[in-house]
DNA sequence: AAAGCCCGTTGACCCAGATCAATCTTGACG
DNA sequence: CGTCAAGATTGATCTGGGTCAACGGGCTTT
């Protein structure tokens, strides 16, 4: 579902008490700068489904998540999909080299961004090398998460996928919420086997299996994580 | 093998007449800031299956890629390996966040890298955005690349791996040395296995059958691409 | 509350690619 | 030139996870 998103009337949004203020890439940028930049975003909501941008498409926004949960994807021509990741509020999204997004990108469930036009965006960081360093760290981040999944995809049972991504979903939550055994998933059982290099049938058997074995427990929404130590033994790493 | 490397003595090295002057990071420095640059780096020589540095190995350097093919690869603690990507001359290794390498760097036949002590080689970064702004562009075409190959990873089959494999290194030798349908492999098959998420027999059996197909003939040390528009097929992508 | 739909679960079966096991090729070294 | 070791190929067999199919439970719609 293609959709342009709402803008959100500007009154009471600052940057300076953004939710993500202090994760997000604006957390290189000083009070004075803050409020320059505050005129180069608006906000913009989403509906659960609706695509915010697509692969191939010329750049013309970089997106700052604020709120929800949106999933990240390539498509091949037959239809396979492969998620490449799940965003969380303070990602950014849409930096490229070659002018095109690489990847789409939908909202699971309602989400906010704040939308940045590209050339703006890109003048305000020429001469703020501080902020051009917070990108690169978020982006060499990403490569290193990037790597790990290559490993997961490439090197790991069904078994191992599921138990490491229940085990990194939950540990990227903690910043997001706190520690807790409540493992929400927003995503869907495709989502998640698109992620993993699986398909919604084994997704759904490893589960179950878990959950016999008192591993976890299957709520609506989500996971509960009964014996995290033997979730952890299972992912194997 | 773990190996520490042979410093070649300095004469009559130059970064102003270095191969890989034009597309590697250094691109970005005029002749002024080079000659100073130049004092930053140097050369050192690994023999074919040296370790240039290990995954866990507490950052101390930054490697630019002179001459040779190197692995870039992780393991799983009971020895599976994955290959994350080959890097070949002007690639730029050992960026981080968290001060220690996140996989590891063999040589593959010999190869000669530009080593930069760290802390040096980020105080020559703090006024040079320039610089700063190629290692991101660096950083986020490698993503990309990442992204594609989770792609290949976790949706699509054992043929058209090896089929996008052999296309996709072709490509990248192109800007080395121009275009050929002689595609060198100075991989063994465990790494080309271990790059595409495969084992080394299944490999070994889509080689021949390419071959059996016409598609490309098997070589010494490489491949010949006879049918290029049959292998693109068969990538179907 | 009945109908329909979407999503997830479960079972039966199958197959692409893994595993196990020779055998062959090539290059290094005496 | 013969010996060895390392890599690559090939064949036989097995299996993890895919495919196909049925079913169920919780929504929305009317």
Not at 121 to 127: K, L, T, V
Request: charged share 25%; net charge negative; glycine share 8%.
């Amino acid at each position: 579902m293609k959709g342009s998103g709402v803008t959100i009337e500007p009154n009471g949004h600052f940057c300076s008490d953004c939710a993500v203020r202090d994760f997000a890439v604006c957390s290189s940028l000083d009070p004075a700068e803050l409020r320059e930049f505050e005129h180069l975003g608006r906000r913009v909501q989403f509906s659960s489904g609706e695509t915010v941008f697509s692969e191939e498409d010329i750049t013309t926004s970089f997106y700052n998540l604020l709120e929800g949960v949106m999933r990240l994807y390539k498509l091949l021509p037959d239809g396979r999909r492969q998620i490449v990741g799940f965003a969380l509020p303070g990602d950014f999204l849409g930096m490229n080299i070659s002018g095109r997004h690489n990847f789409s990108a939908d909202a699971i469930g309602a989400v906010t961004v704040c939308q940045f036009a590209k050339l703006p965006f890109g003048r305000f960081i020429e001469d703020r090398p501080h902020l051009l360093r917070r990108i690169n760290e978020l982006a060499i981040r990403e490569l290193s998460q990037a790597r790990d999944h290559m490993v997961l995809l490439g090197r790991r049972s069904a078994d191992e996928k599921i138990a490491a991504f229940l085990l990194c979903w939950r540990e990227r939550l903690v910043s997001q919420k706190g520690v807790s055994d409540m493992v929400p998933l927003p995503m869907s059982r495709q989502d998640i086997a698109d992620y993993l290099g699986l398909t919604i049938e084994t997704v759904s058997r490893t589960f179950t299996k878990l959950e016999r074995h008192g591993a976890i427990d299957i709520v609506h929404g989500g996971i509960n994580l009964l014996d995290p130590a033997r979730v952890e033994a299972l992912a194997a790493a």
